[in-house]
């Protein structure tokens, strides 16, 4: 009897670990419809830049506030500022280093007008 | 055959498949695989409107048309020209002002084109050299035709000038233009369509520059006796950055105008074509307007 118990123990742990090796590893669940909060973190810091190159020209601190709020919850600051950080580390050029310097400035002071939620 | 229920390679079978099951409910179900580095490829729809957006007013700032072509490879549409350009055509069906879709617009158009157009202004460009000499008739010219166009972005800056010492003329302003990026287009070609292979009644719009190239985000009004319709050159990058159509209604007459000021085309209506076999049919319009 209690080898009986084994052996559909030992099953069940085989059939798990099968299962998992399957869900995770061989057959993971695809997202197709992610949002912009789970870019990895060099997409995250292109796309800042990005905002600070269109931020040079428009000088639309609310486009720049909308833009990155699509970053997530964190404030446009924190945001720029992180991406200063990575842009350090990982050689963005001194025009690059520039133009998020600039937008970072006006991100610190920047408060939305009433109804606006960035 | 039957199943003996003390077998115990069916105790174990069926465990194995109860394990399975678990193991598969955990891992798609409970504890999924976390994206936390994921790429702008999968991104959903709307998010890659806005990445596109701030890829086409990145370019606008810095005209790197490399970096905004490898930009929007990261989003992985098969056809990111097609694609800017259908994001233009749904933010005006959507009611956005053409100055936020101006930069897709851009974009696209300098894609198609491979490289880096003149940029758009919104002040006017310094078009105007003010100098001490009378004024021509060429100017003459510019100013009688600007001036049916109220909403026209004033080409000509005007300042007084100083009196020369021996004179005793009250000073006039004076003016010499230069053609510049806003400088009017003037009607070059009113040509009748004749295939039927296009729509009935198709008026084709081509603009181009002193250079005879194609001019795309050019405002293009259209009005008749119950209407009027607003359109821009460049939307369909594919036919040409110049290129903007209108479908025309038989018995209606037309006038076309652009807002920047040019020549100004009244009461045109869709011709009649014949075909191979005799039969009449309803053929469209070619307007060709060029900058001096």
């Given at each position: 009897m209690q080898s009986t118990w084994i052996r559909?123990?030992?099953g069940i742990v085989i059939g798990a670990a099968l299962g998992l090796v399957y869900g995770w590893v061989i057959d993971p669940i695809e997202y197709t419809d992610v949002t912009p909060g789970i870019l990895r973190e060099d997409y995250?810091?292109?796309?800042?830049l990005m905002v600070a190159e269109a931020f040079h020209s428009e000088y639309d601190s609310d486009a720049a506030a909308r833009r990155l709020a699509l970053l997530g919850s964190e404030s446009p600051a924190m945001i720029v500022s992180a991406t200063l950080d990575y842009g350090r580390i990982n050689g963005f050029t001194p025009q690059e280093t520039a133009l998020l310097q600039e937008l970072l400035s006006v991100m610190q002071t920047y408060s939305p007008a009433a109804g606006d939620t960035p | 055959m039957k199943l003996d229920p003390h077998n115990p390679i069916l105790h174990f079978a069926l465990a194995l498949l109860t394990g399975l099951v678990l193991g598969l409910v955990y891992s798609w179900k409970l504890s999924p695989v976390t994206y936390v580095d994921a790429n702008p490829s999968i991104l959903r729809a709307d998010f890659k409107d806005q990445y596109r957006l701030a890829i086409a007013a990145s370019y606008v700032s810095t005209r790197d048309i490399n970096r905004a072509r490898a930009r929007l490879d990261l989003l992985g549409d098969a056809d990111p020209v097609a694609e800017l350009s259908a994001q233009a055509q749904r933010m005006l069906a959507a009611g956005e002002?053409?100055?936020r879709v101006r930069p897709i617009a851009q974009l696209a158009t300098d894609l198609q084109q491979g490289f880096v157009s003149i940029p758009f202004t919104s002040t006017p460009p310094a078009s105007v050299a003010d100098t001490p000499i009378a004024e021509t008739p060429f100017i003459e010219e510019m100013v009688a035709t600007e001036?049916?166009?109220?909403?026209?972005?004033?080409?000509?800056?005007?300042?007084?000038?100083a009196p020369p010492p021996d004179f005793t003329a009250t000073p006039r302003p004076t003016l010499t233009a230069v053609p510049g990026p806003q400088a009017p287009f003037s009607l070059v070609g009113q040509d009748t369509i004749c295939d039927p292979t296009l729509k009935d009644g198709l008026l084709q719009i081509l603009l181009m520059d002193g250079r005879r190239r194609q001019v795309a985000g050019?405002?293009?009004i259209v009005t008749w006796a119950n209407g009027e319709s607003h359109f821009f050159t460049g939307l369909k990058p594919e036919l040409g950055n110049g290129y903007a159509d209108f479908l025309m209604k038989e018995g209606i007459a037309y006038s076309v105008r652009l807002e920047q000021g040019g020549s100004f085309v009244p009461n045109i209506a869709t011709p009649t074509c014949t075909d191979a076999n005799g039969a009449s049919y309803t053929g469209g319009l070619l307007l060709t307007f060029q900058q001096p």
């Open positions: 559909i123990l030992i995250r810091a292109d796309y800042v | 002002t053409f100055e001036t049916p166009f109220t909403e026209s972005t004033p080409l000509f800056e005007q300042t007084p000038l050019i405002k293009i």
